[in-house]
């Protein structure tokens, strides 16, 4: 008889890999050299958390251990601490399947990337790393017994995409880098607002913050050659006019030949001068105006700044007709200060990081700053603003660490198009480079008044840390460029809302929703949107989430589960407190991704995708409601040893607290981002018409019925 095949197969879950951890030792211990060593511990809580992927191989009935990938996640990376085959099992692929299926888990979990150490002396092993798209980034001295260098390699794992392939990589999935909508736009000025510069004219500030916008790149402007001829036909000497020399500054556009003008002055003048056009009695600056329009028209320019009452009443009808804007200068006017609420947090090295407004006296930190990270003294003044004195025309915020600027965060006061661009840069030699780099991009993103926000981040030369925490938390780009780009979507879709926020994303990014909201099916159904070239495509509801975020697709019919937590954990958890915080504020709010852990036998209650809300209990001066809602991406068991300082700067607890939460020595990790405070809470008396249970019944997680979750939601949202 013959014998069977050779078949491999993946163990993955606790129950499968726990029987099998004291053969995983064995084999690690049989290869030292290669693996190096780690307690039998670190296996056991490996295998609880779910970290460990054990492969079987079976023939003619035998099953046998045949391999083992040992690894860890610290979020937005995995790392690959062991990887072993059994020497009767190697040239059967073994290894490649265990690593393609961490691959596609963490890949599932919007993780970015994989890291290994791969001793240099191990010619295969380097091979083999190299096979598998690991590319080495550097080089570590590895233990002191054996002296040996390690290579450092990285796997970036691909993202759902939204957008085609063409040329569009994982790493800007939306397209926004290509996106021409992000284009600095161009408008013609009248000449009106040139005078409106003197000292005692109304408009005078309004003019002043618009010439100080331009110069930090918000937009650019230019005159037409009308400029020069009006401007003869206003002088009252035949002394030259030094507004002449300033027209010389701006670059110039023709006003159209003859007979467009002609069609043109038909076309608009009678909806601007109607009684003076039907009366053929239009006046000299009539038409000078009218030529101004024209140009604009012309040349496609994005809109024309006047302070002409006539022309700026018939905006919304030139907006329609010919896709131009007419805007008054007070439309750039400079934004009042912001405040988000955070100033101050607690970093990994427990000291506090401040974030301030740069002061003047701290302008030459700045410069240091960005000379050490190889920006120009050109780019300094200009793109970054590091010497711009005390003017309107920009926000800039600095980092502290004691009196020590280590992080500084520039933007314009005022939006392009819907568009904030913003310069960010931090010294990443500090050991709270991330913290710095979180804080600054929490802060920017909290500054957003609108809905719907679109966001570029310019980072300076060589901030790999920086763009790693920019990319945890949304942003997106290609490796070839220093900015990034993000679509916030500050809402949760309603039914009731969805069309109006449809409208917006559509306005902001050229992201086009479907017209009905869909009823859920799955946490990874497919939603299918317009893209910004018009092609449709097909997106996951969990991935639209997370490229939205902190978006919330309450789609209806999706599951929620309950949950308890105290008055103390929840303004630190959630923010979702209004009065201001006289303490530093929780590492766990600069987290796109947080943790809430429970006790063991909540577990089965969690699912990937499931909406999550929180019952605010009445200890500590709870307000009983539920305040907060956020969404679940994954949900595992952990033993209190396995637990580490990331998991717990992520979740506001102490080592201490964990005793707290149950008796038994291994505890539920929920892991949830998208936080959103419910506008109008939830109270307990709701929650009990609505059948989810009594006060003393709240205080363990439960799943809701779908009833109950479109009621909290209703209440909680109104519309």
């Known amino acids: 008889m013959s014998s069977e095949p050779l078949t491999i197969a993946l163990l993955l879950k606790r129950q499968d890999v726990l029987p099998l951890v004291e053969q995983v030792v064995l ?23 779910e970290r460990l992927i054990v492969a079987v191989a079976g023939k003619d009935g035998d099953v046998r251990y045949a391999g083992h990938l040992l690894f860890a996640t610290t979020f937005p990376r ?20 265990m690593l393609d299926a961490l691959k596609a888990q963490l890949s599932a979990l919007n993780y970015i990337a994989i890291s290994a150490r791969v001793a240099e002396d191990l010619r295969q092993s380097q091979e083999f790393w190299e096979s598998q798209g690991f590319y080495a980034h550097g080089t570590a001295p590895g233990g002191k017994t054996r002296g040996r260098t390690l290579v450092l390699r990285s796997h970036e794992l691909p993202t759902q995409q939204l957008f085609a392939a063409s040329g569009l990589t994982h790493r800007d999935p939306l397209g926004l880098a290509a996106d021409p909508c992000t284009a600095t736009k161009l408008y013609l000025l009248d000449l009106n607002v040139i005078f409106d510069l003197g000292p005692r004219r109304a408009r005078h500030q309004d003019v002043v913050d618009l010439f100080a916008l331009e110069r930090l790149g918000v937009c650019r402007l230019a005159l037409s050659t009308e400029f020069d001829a009006e401007l003869k036909r206003s002088a009252t000497s035949a002394k030259t006019d030094p507004m002449q020399g300033l027209g010389q500054v701006f670059p110039k556009f023709s006003v159209p030949p003859d007979d467009v003008m002609a069609r043109l002055t038909h076309e ?41 009452g006539d022309i700026r009443d018939a905006a919304a009808l030139l907006r329609q007709r010919y896709g131009i804007e007419v805007l008054s200068p007070s439309a ?6 912001l405040d988000t609420g955070i100033g101050a947090v607690t970093a990994s090295t427990r000291d506090t990081l401040s974030l301030v407004p740069l002061a003047l006296g701290r302008e030459a930190q700045v410069r240091a700053l960005l000379s050490s990270l190889s920006v120009s003294l050109a780019d300094q003044t200009t793109v970054w603003a590091a010497d711009d004195g005390s003017s309107r025309a920009r926000h800039r915020c600095v980092v502290l660490e004691s009196d020590r600027v280590i992080g500084y965060l520039m933007w314009p006061s005022n939006l392009r198009g819907g568009t904030w661009e913003a310069s960010l840069a931090v010294d990443e030699h500090v050991s709270c480079a991330p913290d710095a780099a979180r804080l600054m991009i929490v802060h920017l993103m909290g500054c957003a008044r609108e809905e719907v926000q679109r966001m570029r981040l310019n980072l300076a030369p060589a901030q790999a840390c920086v763009r790693e925490v920019a990319l945890e938390m949304g942003f997106t780009g290609t490796p070839e460029t220093q900015a990034l780009h993000k679509v916030s979507l500050h809402a949760a879709l309603l039914p009731h809302n969805w069309s109006a926020l449809r409208t917006r994303l559509q306005a902001v990014s050229d992201i086009t929703l479907p017209t009905a909201m869909p009823v859920f099916r799955q946490a990874d159904q497919y939603i299918e ?23 919330l697709l309450c789609l209806p019919g999706r599951p929620a589960v309950l949950v308890p937590i105290q008055r103390d954990y929840a303004e630190h958890l959630l923010d979702h407190l209004e009065q201001m915080q006289l303490l530093p504020r929780a590492k766990a709010l600069l987290y796109q991704q947080r943790h809430y852990l429970s006790a063991p036998q909540s577990l089965k209650v969690f699912a990937r995708g499931h909406l999550m809300f929180f019952y605010e209990s009445t200890r500590g001066h709870g307000q009983k409601a539920v305040v907060a809602m956020a969404r679940v991406v994954n949900a595992y068991l952990s033993a209190e040893g396995a637990i580490d300082k990331a998991d717990l700067d992520r979740s506001v607890l102490e080592a201490a607290d964990l ?28 929650l009990k018409r609505l059948g989810c249970g009594k006060a003393t019944q709240l205080l363990t997680s439960r799943l809701l019925t779908p009833e109950q979750t479109h009621s909290i939601i209703l209440e909680g949202f109104p519309p």
Do not use: C
Request: glycine residues 6%; aromatic residues 6%.
């Open 332 to 337: 750039f006017k400079i934004l009042g200060e």
């Open 27 to 49: 084999a690690a211990e049989s290869d030292r050299p290669a693996l190096g060593w780690y307690a039998r511990k670190v296996y056991q809580e490996a295998a609880i958390a």
């Open 268 to 308: 608009i003048a009678p909806a601007i001068f109607p009684e003076r056009f039907a009366a053929d009695a239009l006046t000299a600056n009539d038409h000078s105006d009218l030529r101004h329009l024209g140009t604009v028209i012309h040349h496609n320019l994005a809109g024309l700044v006047t302070s002409d």
């Open 529 to 551: 949107l317009m893209r910004p070239d018009g092609q449709r495509t097909q997106v996951t509801a969990f991935a639209l989430e997370t490229l939205l975020s902190p978006a």
């Open 78 to 97: 995995g790392y690959v601490m062991q990887i072993h085959v059994d020497a009767a099992h190697r040239r059967h692929g073994v290894a490649q399947r």
């Open 659 to 686: 005793a707290a939460i149950g008796k038994s020595e291994i505890k539920t990790v929920v892991v949830f981002d998208n936080v959103k405070t419910l506008p109008r809470p939830v109270p307990l008396e709701s």
